[in-house]
């Protein structure tokens, strides 16, 4: 594998991903892994685009061994203010770039739902060829500390950085976001 660049960029945080959204007109967002919409809420209150697509299977697993369906109502209650513009999507992340995603072309993508090896490796490959140039793949919880030893983000990132060669460049929070640019 290549050696992979990591640099810190001008986001300072995730909720900054809205401001670049706003600056750059994106018009379409997505976000993969919305939980109960608190980051899907902080982005839509910085930025409103035309369209942003929250997207969460809400499966019994590992972290979440119960029903999900008040994670879904509490997120519908947060993206509710934000008008017909946010859509809550209860599907596999995947299946949706692989059935959409081309077709929506979004301009910025964030992930944050399955944080497995395979999960972000399959999430990454996925929504890459929707991206158009010039567009964002971004997602959270770039870190290897000790109570994530699942946890794949960093591995998956680094492989798929060095595949398409690509530069990482992270934020500077304490559980860092990461994202890339699609070559124009």
């Not at 081309?102 to 992930?111: A, D, H, N, T």
């Not at 395979?118 to 109570?147: F, N, Q, T």
Request: glycine residues 8%; negative net charge.
């Amino acid at each position: 594998m290549a050696p992979v660049n990591e640099v810190r960029g001008r986001i300072a945080a995730r909720e900054e991903f809205a401001d670049e959204c706003k600056r750059r007109g994106v018009k379409t967002c997505i976000e993969v892994g919305v939980d109960h919409g608190v980051y899907s809420a902080a982005f839509l209150r910085r930025y409103l685009p035309d369209r942003y697509y929250a997207i969460d299977p809400y499966p019994s697993h590992g972290l979440y061994p119960f029903d999900r369906r008040p994670d879904i109502i509490m997120a519908s209650i947060a993206l509710q203010p934000f008008g017909d513009a946010p859509r809550l999507i209860i599907a596999p992340s995947v299946d949706i770039a692989h059935s959409h995603g081309s077709y929506w072309k979004p301009g910025f993508v964030y992930l944050d739902g399955d944080h497995s090896l395979k999960g972000i490796r399959e999430d990454l490959e996925a929504w890459w060829p929707c991206i158009p140039a010039g567009g964002l793949l971004a997602g959270h919880d770039y870190w290897a500390g000790p109570s994530m030893e699942a946890h794949g983000v960093v591995q998956a990132v680094r492989e798929f950085a060095a595949k398409h060669g690509l530069q990482i460049t992270l934020t500077h929070d304490p559980v860092k976001s990461w994202w890339f640019e699609k070559p124009r």
